[in-house]
T-cell receptor, first 111, second 116 residues
Framework: SQQGEEDPQALSIQEGENATMNCSYK?????LQWYRQNSGRGLVHLIL?????REKHSGRLRVTLDTSKKSSSLLITASRAADTASYFC???????????FGKGNQVVVIP | DTGVSQDPRHKITKRGQNVTFRCDPI?????LYWYRQTLGQGPEFLTY????????KSRLLSDRFSAERPKGSFSTLEIQRTEQGDSAMYLC??????????????FGPGTRLTVL
């Protein structure tokens, strides 16, 4: 089964800097989603990008998808201390209905 | 609050006991999902419902696990004869289930289970 894998696993940056994390997957997908999880809490949906899309923006978030390389990236611009969290990518194959999550990226934004 | 809710938020039990968790999805959502997340890992899919029908179950869902969604609204997840390896965060999510390449899932806060 497919599985997202994020790289790098942990990232520590200064407030105001940009944070970039990558995700790779193994099989064809219908869409790819990014989620944020604050320590010990539920996941918050950030952005969904469909397999026929290459780039998507939402506020300070920018997601790219390269289906030929089976990879995606999430860019958080002008990071804030409140962005400190774990970020997961999750893939959804056509007709599958189950999300396959990666292990997550821990991002720490230092004020 | 119109988001996904889960109850209880925390559960501590002794090995061998049965536990039941409840999930209330967003009201207009007809798909409901259960995931399990262990420390340092991403969530793993357990099962999902389309209205009251349980359409898919993961191999992770052993015979000790059972999930129901009797009226197509809330769902329960029961674990019988709990084992220490069942300790995890159990997450519920719901989605509209719109046909086509769109399946945004909204997650609840989770139930953290600790089996002593």
């Amino acid at each position: 089964s497919q599985q997202g894998e994020e790289d790098p696993q942990a990232l520590s940056i200064q407030e105001g800097e940009n944070a970039t994390m990558n995700c790779s997957y193994k099989t064809s997908i219908n869409n790819l989603q990014w989620y944020r999880q604050n320590s010990g809490r539920g996941l918050v949906h950030l952005i969904l990008i469909r397999s026929n899309e290459r780039e998507k923006h939402s506020g300070r978030l920018r997601v790219t998808l390269d289906t030929s390389k089976k990879s995606s990236s999430l860019l958080i611009t002008a990071s804030r201390a409140a962005d400190t969290a774990s970020y997961f990518c999750a893939t959804d194959a056509w007709g599958n209905n189950r999300l396959a999550f990666g292990k997550g990226n821990q991002v720490v934004v230092i004020p | 609050d119109t988001g996904v809710s889960q109850d209880p938020r925390h559960k501590i039990t002794k090995r061998g006991q049965n536990v039941t968790f409840r999930c209330d999805p967003i009201s207009e959502h007809n798909r409901l999902y259960w995931y399990r997340q262990t420390l340092g890992q991403g969530p793993e899919f357990l099962t999902y419902f389309q209205n009251e029908a349980q359409l898919e179950k993961s191999r992770l869902l052993s015979d000790r696990f059972s999930a129901e969604r009797p009226k197509g609204s809330f769902s329960t997840l029961e674990i019988q004869r709990t084992e220490q390896g069942d300790s995890a965060m159990y997450l519920c999510a719901s989605s509209l289930g719109v046909a086509g390449p769109y399946n945004e899932q909204f997650f609840g806060p989770g139930t953290r289970l600790t089996v002593l």
